[in-house]
């Protein structure tokens, strides 16, 4: 075994290299700098924090009771957990995994992607690109602790299974096929479906299904599945009730009912052109001509599969009548793999044979220009926005008090001690910082505005809250720091300048 390990080290090693070079910035440098984002993020944080400090490692709790608003399975957070009790209560433990679930794909992807192309630089072309496309590397992706880098990998895991078994038959194929379905379930339960029918469709159009139907490992293997209702029912026992929200929130209540504003059907479409991939989606579409007319019959079936996949998840998300910009994630990996087996056809399918240079070294060098044309020029552009510091001062403009708190959090936790943070509407997205703070020995008490009372000093970056306060308050203003402000709570009403 540890010769063989080395052999793979010795045959790929500056490969693996390159690799996590090409990764690093897009995906883990400054990961823990921007404060934690609204909503998802920082509810799966304290469903994380209570994981790590109570137990209750298969069911989520919120504020010491069970979560009925995410009701989605537990994996990620379990991951979460496990990294916030090696790392401690930071934003980078509690992003670790969707890092190393974007790395993951990243390997995955490429060693796929390898064997079909004569050109190894254009994997490395197809990296870099999904490593630019804003919805792959912005929010709530492969940046933020949320749920949907792990889901992108574990649903791109097994359609490289299955694919893998079209190919060659092998049934061990199979059992990651059901295995990857499963963990990708168990990380964000029915999206993790999202892209069945669509390899339901490849399977068919390989004439496959029968031979599918027919194997006895892939009734076996599917058995893996029941681990699904057993949970369901396991957590409904735990905590009564649970199923009624997912028949509520999951099955059925997203997709029919909708949770986001009135979204047109091409809003995905929209979002890709205009700002997640730009003219590399236009090049895909006569890109289709040349890769399924390939003179390479695997080719032809792997390009088959990604256009299958990237075309079906997006008829289910058509239909949807919840449209979030987030839920076209795991697209991204087949557009890259698009890109690579588009270049590859251009250079040595043999209809283009007679311009494309025949010595390696001109290869090589007409496989760079190529590149640094195309897919490197809006790598660079993302990765400068990250390393540059602009990514954090976006965060910042729009989570000032966020940031704010997340500064004392980290350098100074008794500099607010015997200030009064007021909690309004959907607070706990701060509510952390304010944790935070006092777990390192501060004294900063949270309150819901209707207990503020007279003598309290506040510090927030509402002006809501402010405006509220000032109808049964006189607001004297002490201190300002950007968009956050302190203020001592007094008899009257209005607000002093």
């Known amino acids: 075994m540890i010769q063989r390990i080395l052999k793979g080290v010795k045959r790929y090693g500056w490969e693996v290299l390159a690799l996590i070079l090409l990764s690093y910035v897009p995906v883990f440098h400054n990961l823990g700098r921007l404060p934690l984002r609204i909503w998802d993020e920082t509810r799966q944080a304290f469903n994380a924090l209570e994981m790590a400090e109570h137990g209750h490692w298969l069911a989520l709790y919120f504020e010491g009771q069970p979560d009925f608003w995410n009701v989605k399975t537990p994996l990620m957070v379990i991951l979460q957990a496990l990294s916030v009790k090696a790392f401690g209560w930071t934003e980078f433990a509690l992003r670790l995994p ?3 679930a974007a790395l993951a794909t990243v390997f995955l992807l490429y060693f796929w992607m390898r064997p ?11 990296i870099a690109l999904l490593l630019s496309f804003k919805g792959y590397v912005d929010f709530h992706s492969i940046r933020t602790g949320d749920m949907d880098s792990l889901l992108t990998f574990f649903m791109l895991a097994y359609s490289y299974c299955l694919f893998r078994w079209v190919e060659n038959g092998n049934s061990r194929n199979l059992l990651g096929f059901f295995l990857f379905l499963f963990l990708a379930f168990f990380t964000k339960s029915i999206a993790a479906m999202l892209l069945l029918p669509a390899l339901l469709l490849y399977v068919l159009l390989n004439r496959k299904l029968g031979e599918l139907l027919k194997t006895r490992t892939f009734w076996l293997y599917s058995l893996i599945l029941l681990l699904i209702p057993a949970y369901y029912i396991y957590r409904d026992q735990v905590n009564p009730g649970y199923w009624a929200s997912v028949l509520k929130e999951e099955l059925g209540g997203r997709y029919i009912d909708g949770k986001s504003d009135n979204r047109s059907i091409w809003y995905y479409l929209h979002q890709q052109l205009t700002r997640d991939m730009g003219y590399y989606l236009l090049m895909l579409i006569p890109g289709a001509l040349l890769i399924l ?13 990604a256009y299958v996949c990237i075309l079906g998840h997006q008829a289910v998300l058509m239909g949807s ?51 640094i044309l195309t897919a490197l020029p809006l790598y660079m552009v993302r990765a400068e926005e990250i390393a540059s510091g602009r990514e954090l001062e976006n965060g910042n403009d729009y989570y000032g008090m966020s940031a704010f708190l997340q500064r004392h959090a980290r350098n100074n ?15 706990w997205w ?8 006092n777990r390192a ?18 510090v927030t970056g509402s002006q809501y809250v402010v405006g509220e306060l000032e109808k049964k308050f006189f607001m004297k203003r002490l201190e300002v720091e950007g968009s956050v402000e302190v203020y001592e709570v007094r008899q009257g009403n209005g607000r002093s300048n």
């Open 293 to 305: 007319h390939s003179d390479s019959a695997p080719k032809r079936r792997l390009g088959m599969l």
């Open 430 to 437: 701060q509510t952390y910082y304010v944790r935070r703070i």
């Open 116 to 126: 079909y192309l004569k050109q190894r630089l254009f994997a490395f072309g197809a």
């Open 441 to 458: 020995g501060g004294n900063l008490v949270a309150k819901p505005m209707e207990e503020i009372e007279v003598g309290d000093r506040i």
């Open 413 to 427: 936790p008794h500099g607010l001690d015997g200030l009064v943070f007021p909690q309004e509407g959907y607070h």
């Open 98 to 100: 969707s890092g190393l």
């Open 321 to 371: 009548s919840t449209k979030f910009g987030w839920y076209d994630m795991p697209e991204f990996p087949f557009y890259a793999l698009l890109f690579a087996l588009l270049m590859d056809a251009l250079f040595y399918d043999q209809s283009f044979r007679n311009w494309s240079p025949t010595a390696k070294w001109k290869e090589t060098v007409f496989a760079l220009l190529i590149l």
